[in-house]
């Protein structure tokens, strides 16, 4: 298991006579209309894209520091400012709409393309790369994740690739890939921080347990841990030199709360994650169970220790990234997707000596794949309203505005409604987001009201004043609002699960 693999002399010529360029250039085009075709077709979702796209905006607006992300006008210090500064970008160059918004995530999905193809390469060849490609792009969660604003698949792309690069990409100086690899590595820390140690802490130990020491060698995991701090702390460092209160904020509530309990809940059971993973990771996770236990080191093996060796290593790092996410108290379905890559690349590697067949199993499902897409970009704006808690509001300001909405109160906290109906939007009674108290440009008053303090913004504006009433139980100061305000109708209008009320 020592022997270092040797990859072919160079990738398939796409623009050349190589037999193998029309497999890529049929493999590019059907990745790319996974990934774009009708992304900006439906509206963010609550909370997770609104809230993203929100901070996004405030980004372009000048009176807020570009190191300080903002939501709804108040510091938030969440996340590092990465999906933020790409995000806002992207809403510059392309428009405010839902396509630039989730722009950045396809670029994350394309960089952990990258990365696999250069993982499967670098460890089996060219077709294991081809199929490594073909089983990440079509892997549900990996999918998903491409075409939804979130940091998540941003993070997974830039551990991949880094990674790859780090394992000695496919020619040349292996320090200047190692430095690659080590830079793209520490701008996942400034996406989402030590979320990006996981896949890093899971490759090492991999490594370790199948006795490749020639790629440990490569990866330098120690060394490269030391460079991810080193590049990744600076914007945590002036942050918390900036406000003190942000201390106990980063170690305690971020830190130790994702490990032992987070303040927002996202708990689940023992062995969620893999229970998670089973759907997620379809279709492709069967065959790396097959290819794991029939290789021939596993059947002919005595001992645990030769079989654990005889397993293709990149299985053995996506089931360590479950098994860390599943110690963690803090859980959500997104996590996991820092093992996909590894799972696809040992699907390409046990694949690599299968040819493609258009009209066998891989042929169908690929077939199955596109009418799922197509399927899911025709339907989900039918009912992207209904969704609960998750539901988008962009239909809710669409109607809204039309019959003459220039203001919006919420019940709850509903960022994207911002994205949409801009600056005239306030939420009521909502806890305070507040994280520093001295930050800049922060202006906590300007969406955050009581109940007390939006009955008399009702009672001093204008025309064009809409409640929108997200909870199915209306919290009692809405029935108060409505029996003080003249002129409320009898009924609301019902936006899928959204009451609307014209208050004025």
């Not at 792309?157 to 020619?171: E, I, N, P, Q």
């Not at 599943?326 to 299968?354: D, E, H, R």
């Not at 809204?400 to 801009?422: H, N, Q, V």
């Amino acid at each position: 298991m020592n022997v270092e693999a040797h990859p072919p002399p160079h990738w398939p010529r796409i623009f050349s006579g190589d037999p193998g360029r029309l497999r890529w250039i049929a493999l590019i085009l059907y990745v790319l209309f996974l990934n774009l075709w009708g992304l900006g077709r439906h509206g963010l979702f609550e909370p997770d894209e609104g809230r993203y796209a929100n901070m996004a905006l405030e980004f372009l607006e000048p009176e807020h520091d570009r190191l300080e992300p903002t939501l709804s006008d108040v510091s938030h210090f969440d996340k590092p400012p990465l999906i933020y500064w790409m995000t806002g970008t992207s809403l510059a160059v392309f428009g405010v709409n839902e396509f630039a918004a989730r722009l950045p995530s396809v670029v994350g999905s394309f960089l952990g393309l990258a990365g696999v193809a250069l993982l499967a390469f670098r460890l089996h060849g060219e077709k294991a790369a081809w199929w490594g490609v073909l089983v990440f792009a079509t892997t549900l969660q990996c999918w998903a994740l491409a075409r939804l604003l979130s940091p998540d698949m941003l993070l997974c792309g830039l551990c991949t690739l880094g990674a790859g690069c780090c394992l000695g990409g496919v020619s040349g100086s292996r320090f200047g890939w190692w430095c690659a690899g080590a830079i793209l590595w520490s701008l996942a820390w400034w996406d989402k921080a030590t979320a990006c140690l996981v896949p890093l802490f899971a490759l090492t130990v991999a490594l370790h347990l199948s006795g490749r020491q020639d790629l440990l060698a490569r990866l330098r995991p120690f060394r490269l841990f030391l460079t991810i701090l080193i590049l990744g702390s600076p914007w945590y460092v002036l942050m918390m030199l900036r406000h003190g209160e942000l201390d106990g904020f980063f170690f305690h509530r971020e830190l130790a709360g994702r490990v032992l309990g987070h303040v927002d809940g996202r708990s689940g059971f023992p062995g969620f994650h893999f229970v998670t993973a089973a759907v997620l990771w379809l279709p492709w996770w069967p065959l790396a169970v097959r290819g794991g236990l029939t290789s021939p080191g596993f059947k002919q093996s005595l001992s645990w220790k030769e079989r654990l060796r005889s397993i293709p290593f990149e299985f053995i790092v996506a089931l360590l990234v479950l098994t860390v996410f599943s110690f963690i108290s803090s859980k959500l379905i997104t996590y996991t997707v820092t093992g996909a890559p590894w799972l696809a690349a040992g699907i390409g590697g046990c694949l690599k000596n299968k040819r493609f067949s258009p009209m066998g199993l891989e042929g169908r499902l690929l077939v199955l794949g596109a009418v799922f897409v197509v399927a899911v970009v025709m339907v989900l704006p039918r009912f992207e309203a209904s969704l609960g808690v998750n539901s988008s509001t962009r239909k809710v300001v669409e109607t809204s505005r039309r019959l003459g909405g220039k203001t919006w109160i919420c019940d709850r906290f509903l960022p994207g409604m911002e994205f949409y109906a801009g600056e005239s939007v306030y939420y009521v009674n909502t806890e305070s987001l507040v994280q520093v108290r001295d930050s800049p440009g922060q202006m906590p008053d300007k969406h955050f009201k009581t109940d007390k303090e939006v009955a008399s913004l009702v009672a001093s504006s204008g025309e064009g004043v809409w409640l929108v009433q997200s909870r199915k139980k209306a919290p009692n100061w809405i029935s108060t609002l409505l029996e003080a305000t003249e002129g409320v109708p009898a009924e609301p209008v019902v936006v899928g699960d959204f009451k609307l009320w014209k208050l004025r």
